[in-house]
């Protein structure tokens, strides 16, 4: 986590540090109300990644219309 070439890819690279460090960082959000983590957060780009990988993952296989329904009307 700490040399900035996180990969997350790879959830099982995660070592004790990282994860105490999310869990710190999951309590303060879920204590502010933060749905995706403090903004700039580890915990918020993690969270991003995730919704952008879905995402992308939904657009593949046709199931990411949405957008697409609601602009044309």
Same mark, same amino acid.
């Given at each position: 986590? =700490?040399? &900035?070439? +996180?990969?997350?890819?790879?959830?099982? #690279?995660?070592? !004790?540090?990282?994860?105490?460090? /999310?869990?710190?960082?999951? @309590? #303060? @959000? #879920? =204590? *502010? &109300?933060? @749905?995706?983590? =403090?903004?700039? $957060?580890? /915990? *918020? %780009? /993690?969270?991003?990644?995730? *919704?952008?990988? +879905? #995402? !992308? !993952? /939904? %657009? %593949? $296989? &046709?199931? &990411? *219309? $949405?957008?697409?329904?609601?602009?044309? $009307?």
């Amino acid at each position: 986590m =700490k040399d &900035g070439s +996180t990969d997350f890819d790879n959830y099982d #690279e995660a070592d !004790e540090e990282t994860q105490k460090h /999310l869990q710190k960082e999951f @309590a #303060e @959000a #879920e =204590k *502010n &109300g933060w @749905a995706q983590g =403090k903004p700039g $957060s580890f /915990l *918020n %780009r /993690l969270i991003a990644h995730g *919704n952008k990988k +879905t #995402e !992308e !993952e /939904l %657009r %593949r $296989s &046709g199931g &990411g *219309n $949405s957008e697409s329904s609601t602009s044309s $009307s």
